[in-house]
């Protein structure tokens, strides 16, 4: 799977829109970008993914540049339940791989504080 | 509510015991997966089942096991604990074997004293 890179902390004022860049220049034609975050020691929750073009759902908009090198996610009126760590995540959709590797690998994050 | 079941919410034991952590996942899921994450630190994958059948191993120790069950339920064995097993256990559902919109549990937070 590609490694990403995502700044380690972020701060974002509340009612504003809170942008969070990926970089994952290593990507291949095959790997979508997925986003989770974790607010203070719940579970990951799934927020978003895209291949290509943009996505946008109810909880935010995924950006992903042309050359997909790098994408960002956007929640588009931050509130301070949105503080937590969002993690970005490249993987193929890939039918059953012998090595094993199906696993979602999380990196370190961005820790996102939202600042009343 | 992601619909993952996880029991139980804490475990305290000592060191040297054996424990077991149960994951349900959610209703049609038939691949689990165990993450481990210790204090200030990531995410770190476990082990995978998928329809009973072992999938993946992550950076699993030889004192810790698993098994997923014929109602699909998942149970992460934990022997000779050791302080520093001490963390946040995690398991996650997801209805394929690669699939990765997982849906994650609450967590059992383990303190092994």
């Known amino acids: 799977d590609a490694k990403t890179t995502q700044p380690p902390s972020m701060d974002c004022a509340e009612g504003r829109a809170a942008n969070l860049p990926c970089n994952h220049s290593?990507?291949?034609?095959?790997?979508?970008v997925y986003w989770y975050r974790q607010i203070h020691s719940q579970g990951p929750q799934y927020i978003i993914h895209?291949?290509?073009n943009n996505e946008t759902n109810e909880m935010a908009s995924l950006i992903i540049t042309e050359d997909r090198k790098s994408s960002t996610l956007i929640l588009p009126h931050a509130t301070l339940r949105d503080t937590a760590v969002y993690y970005c995540?490249?993987?193929?959709?890939?039918?059953?791989?012998?090595?094993?590797?199906?696993?979602?690998?999380f990196g370190t994050g961005t820790r996102l504080t939202i600042i009343p | 509510d992601s619909g993952v079941t996880q029991t139980p919410k804490h475990l305290i034991t000592a060191t040297g015991q054996r424990v077991t952590l149960r994951c349900s996942p959610r209703?049609?899921?038939?691949?689990v997966y165990w993450y481990q994450q210790s204090l200030d630190q990531g995410l770190q994958f476990l082990i995978q089942y998928y329809n009973g059948e072992e999938r993946a191993k992550g950076n699993i120790l030889e004192r810790f096991s698993a098994q997923q069950f014929p109602d699909l339920h998942s149970e992460l064995n934990l022997s000779s604990l050791e302080l520093g097993d001490s963390a946040l256990y995690f398991c996650a559902s997801s209805v394929t074997d690669v699939n990765t919109e997982a849906f994650f549990g609450q967590g059992t937070r383990l303190t092994v004293v």
């Open positions: 290593t990507i291949s034609g095959n790997e979508y």
């Open positions: 895209g291949l290509k």
């Open positions: 995540i490249v993987r193929a959709l890939i039918t059953y791989d012998p090595r094993g590797n199906e696993k979602l690998t």
């Open positions: 209703s049609g899921d038939l691949s």
